[in-house]
């Protein structure tokens, strides 16, 4: 059974709760004595005009103990919370941080990293109020009013009636106001959360709006009324290329205008909907006004309070203190709307935090299975019947099958969606097979302890990542521990240590504020960590893709002293780069449709055939 929003928050906060209960306990004491001061006011002026000179001094000092003891008891308070909320702060983020680590690779796949940081960042932040604030501020929102109401009972219980009558019927007119404010104030949220999401998205495509003349959509009003299959004609719009098919060009007319269209449809929309409200709350915020403000109840109590006093029901002297107690009791009740408010966000925010922290993490054997040691450099490494399909989905992969002999190199290559880097991120554990296995040395890899596999099995793909750290540390990350010296070897051996040096502090540069390196030479810095790595396998996704022209040769020379001796599985979209393959599968539709070397299924005259005789042609 999944556990309601309120229940995350309670759960979450189970840590924390006895510190958390002490320092509201202390609040609601401050909140209690700070009466004092103000009934020690009304209680002099009572002796001095009846003409009773004793107790005097005692009345005074108590009321400067109490202000004093409220000062200690509010700062303790203070401090207490706000500790509790940063050791629970300081707790989720760990929780999050290790739930994340047990997750599966896949997990990370779908695009996942605005739900992380939101999660452990903003949610985390959002717990704030509900464990510092919270409590103490309901607590006092209570404690404050009952001492006082209490004390004007005893002073006179016909005006503290009415004074209660006064006050409760303005927090009914508040909270009304507060109920028809949620509606408008929903649309105003959701507009906003519109508005941004179009202006990153169109930021985001600010060049390619501009380069395609998109941004003309964005200065015709009605840009968005027009029927999404009929993108609107535009008089200055350059010619068509007159071999683009017309349904071709209007899509991508409707492409170019989408993001310039949709966020000034997203501007009238947040514009509208903000007028809209603005109307309701000009009304509320009259209404409140004249009938919620302090003023207004001031002016009550004081006409009652004269009334009573001329007919005798009262004494002037006790007005003052209807007029020094009674207008505090509606400000002591505020904090119970902002907690409210609050709440409801800490309670979301929990319900989030939780989510990911029930995530399920990822399958580890329970007793893991040690490989056999190697008989040269590296284990045979076997793919048997390896088929898998994603949660709820079609199956992808069917029944690959192929055997890497140590030493050897075998290349992956087929139509785009052939299942290639799928299979690459089943060999890297991304995700395990839902048939079949991969073994490495007999064992099936998910026997393997992770850390066991990863010293056997390398990867470098297509999408490089490299941390805000310095140099040296992205290197070395397979081994922290590592030599300068070493670290600059491999970083030589992958053609990018000149390149390093060159860097404002060399190897101590940090990638991402000091200096950014293009995508050939993040590719080499990549090469260098798996250098550093060692491993006797390699699996490599295009290695090359995303490399400029100018560094593609330094990248070949650094994937050439990488692939010494090892066992290599490259994933290949240019057939040329693996021409001299021990063995090439070529995959289609996720099966295996040929396999064998390059002269062979050249000659075979298959999908090899034809993929290669594409690429030359292209290529002439």
Do not use: C
């Amino acid at each position: 059974m999944t556990a309601t929003a309120a229940e995350d928050l309670a759960e979450l906060r189970r840590p924390v709760r006895g510190r958390v209960t002490v320092a509201a306990g202390a609040q609601v004491l401050a909140t209690a004595l700070g009466v004092v001061p103000l009934v020690a006011v009304v209680e002099l002026g009572r002796r001095l005009l009846g003409g009773q000179t004793s107790g005097l001094w005692a009345i005074a000092w108590l009321a400067v103990g109490a202000f004093a003891a409220r000062l200690v008891l509010y700062t303790l308070a203070g401090g207490i919370s706000h500790l509790a909320d940063a050791d629970l702060a300081r707790t989720l983020r760990r929780r999050l941080v290790r739930a994340l680590a047990e997750l599966p690779l896949g997990w990370f796949a779908g695009g996942v990293a605005a739900r992380v940081k939101t999660t452990v960042e903003d949610d985390v932040a959002a717990l704030h109020h509900a464990v510092a604030h919270a409590p103490g501020d309901m607590g006092a929102a209570i404690a404050g009013p009952v001492v006082a109401g209490a004390y004007l009972l005893y002073v006179d219980w016909r005006l503290a009636l009415l004074t209660g009558a006064a006050i409760g019927a303005a927090q009914a007119t508040r909270m009304r106001m507060v109920r028809r404010s949620a509606e408008p104030a929903g649309r105003i949220a959701a507009a906003r959360a519109e508005l941004s999401a179009s202006a990153i998205e169109l930021v985001r495509g600010i060049a390619v709006v501009k380069a395609f003349g998109g941004t003309r959509a964005a200065e015709r009003p009605d840009a968005t009324d027009e029927r999404p299959d009929a993108p609107p004609e535009r008089p200055d719009a350059p010619p068509e290329r007159a071999d683009a098919p017309p349904e071709r060009a209007d899509a991508a007319a409707e492409r170019v205008g989408a993001a310039p269209a949709r966020f000034a449809a997203a501007a009238e929309r947040y514009a509208d909907v903000n007028d809209e409200a603005q109307r309701i709350f000009i009304r509320q915020r009259s209404l409140a006004r004249a009938t919620v403000a302090p003023a207004t109840i001031l002016l009550l109590v004081t006409g009652a309070g004269t009334w009573f006093a001329a007919l005798g029901w009262t004494r002037p002297l006790d007005v003052v203190a209807f007029l020094l107690l009674g207008l505090g009791l509606f400000e002591q009740i505020t904090p119970i709307y902002t907690a409210r408010d609050q709440r409801r966000r800490a309670r979301d925010a929990a319900h989030r935090i939780s989510e990911l922290l029930r995530e399920p993490p990822e399958a580890t054997a329970a007793h893991p299975v040690a490989l056999p040691a190697p008989a040269g450099r590296a284990l045979p490494l076997e793919l048997d019947d390896v088929r898998f399909g994603y949660a709820g989905g079609h199956e992808v992969l069917h029944g690959i099958s192929a055997e890497l002999a140590p030493g050897t190199v075998t290349a992956l290559v087929g139509p785009s969606g052939a299942g290639k880097s799928t299979l690459g991120l089943l060999l890297a554990r991304f995700s395990d097979p839902t048939g079949g296995a991969i073994r490495l040395g007999g064992v099936d890899v998910r026997d393997v302890d992770r850390a066991e596999l990863y010293r056997h099995i390398g990867f470098l793909f297509q999408d490089v990542v490299l941390l805000r750290q310095s140099v040296r540390d992205n290197i070395a990350l397979a081994d922290p521990d590592a030599g300068d010296a070493r670290v600059e070897e491999v970083a030589a051996a992958a053609a990018i240590d000149a390149r390093i040096r060159d860097l404002p502090r060399g190897y101590a540069t940090v990638l991402g504020e000091e200096a950014e390196l293009s995508g050939g030479e993040a590719q080499r810095v990549s090469i260098a960590r798996t250098l550093l790595a060692d491993t006797p396998i390699l699996v490599l996704d295009e290695a090359t893709a995303f490399a400029d022209p100018e560094s593609e040769a330094a990248v070949q020379d650094a994937l050439a002293a990488l692939a010494g001796g090892r066992t290599l599985l490259v994933i290949a979209h240019r057939l040329p780069t693996i021409a001299h393959a021990d063995q090439i599968l070529v995959l289609d539709e996720g099966r295996v449709a040929e396999r064998g070397r390059h002269d062979d299924l050249l000659a075979a005259g298959g999908l090899y055939a034809r993929l290669w005789h594409a690429q030359q042609e292209a290529a002439a």
